[in-house]
C-alpha cells in the first residue's frame, strides 16, 4: 500500500462534508444538500469530538451565508481562483467576463484550449 492510498482509505476519526448535488434528468438544479458525515466508532473524547463538529459545522455554514453575502461570495471565488490552479479559468484559455447571482458568462479563447 502506498503513502497516497493510506492517506485516501477512511479512518474512524474522520468527518466528512458530504455535498449532494439536487439532479432533475441528468442536470443540477443548483442545489445542494449538505451533510456532515462522522463515524460512530469514533475515538476522539467528547471534547475534541465537538471541537472538531463545530469545525465542519462552520464550513458547512459558509454556503448560506454566501448565498447572502455578495461580497463574502466574490471573496471566496478570487480566493479559490488565486490558489487553486485547476479552478484558475484565465490558465486554460477561459476567461470568467460576467457574474450574476449563479449565472456565469464565459470566453473561451480557442488558441489557448487544449
Excluded at 502506498?2 to 474522520?14: A, L
Amino acid at each position: 500500500m502506498t503513502k497516497q492510498d493510506d492517506y485516501q482509505r477512511p479512518r474512524d476519526e474522520d468527518f466528512n462534508i458530504r455535498v449532494r448535488p439536487s439532479v432533475i434528468d441528468g442536470v443540477w438544479t443548483g442545489e445542494v444538500d449538505i451533510s456532515i458525515v462522522a463515524n460512530a466508532d469514533n475515538d476522539l473524547d467528547d471534547e475534541s469530538y465537538e471541537q472538531v463538529m463545530h469545525f465542519c459545522t462552520m464550513m458547512c455554514a459558509t454556503v448560506p451565508l454566501m448565498e447572502q453575502d455578495e461580497k463574502l461570495r466574490d471573496y471566496v471565488h478570487e480566493y479559490v481562483i488565486s490558489k487553486v490552479p485547476e479552478h484558475n479559468t484565465q490558465s486554460n484559455g477561459v476567461d470568467i467576463t460576467h457574474e450574476d447571482g449563479n449565472v456565469i458568462r464565459l470566453n473561451f479563447d480557442k488558441n489557448k484550449l487544449h
